[in-house]
């Protein structure tokens, strides 16, 4: 069974509740980090955990949901080793996976349906890096060359 982990804070937990259902529907073995309620909360308090994780290698991907996805965006990618990519359509997650090695799906709950939540995902999961010239492009991110 394929891991992955999941996070959101108050304005993600619904979007982040469906993707739960959505990702375990496709054999996906799903770590939520929280928040579980859509009570105020603070997404540093679940992007930490899951973007610790993902750099410690428990989880190869990781998505994480706000409201815009910046914020959240700006949390996990304070973390060594991990590329976290604000897409709000499939096209920006696969240039995120191709070009950058994105390594967490960062979503704008706000501004996306559960569709399109849904195609943006699967196009995280099922795109490669492609290396080649973007693999010393990514390799200079966590060198600071």
Not at 12 to 27: A, I, P, Q, T, W
Not at 35 to 60: I, K, M
Not at 71 to 78: C, D, K, L, Q, T
Request: with cysteine.
């Amino acid at each position: 069974m394929k891991k992955i982990a999941i996070a959101a804070d108050h304005a993600g937990y619904e979007l982040k509740e469906f993707l739960v259902g959505y990702l375990s529907s496709m054999d996906y073995d799903v770590h939520d980090f929280g928040c579980h309620s859509p009570e105020s909360c603070d997404y540093p308090d679940t992007g930490h955990p899951l973007a610790a994780a993902v750099a410690r290698g428990e989880f190869e991907r990781g998505i994480s949901v706000c409201g815009s996805g910046v914020g959240i965006s700006i949390v996990v990618n304070r973390h060594a080793g991990v590329r976290g990519a604000l897409s709000w359509a499939p096209e920006i997650a696969e240039l995120g996976r191709r070009h950058n090695d994105a390594n967490v799906l960062c979503l704008p709950a706000r501004f996306m349906d559960n569709a399109t939540a849904c195609r943006t995902v699967d196009v995280f999961l099922d795109t490669s890096f492609e290396g080649g010239r973007h693999q010393c492009r990514v390799a200079k991110i966590d060198s600071g060359a």
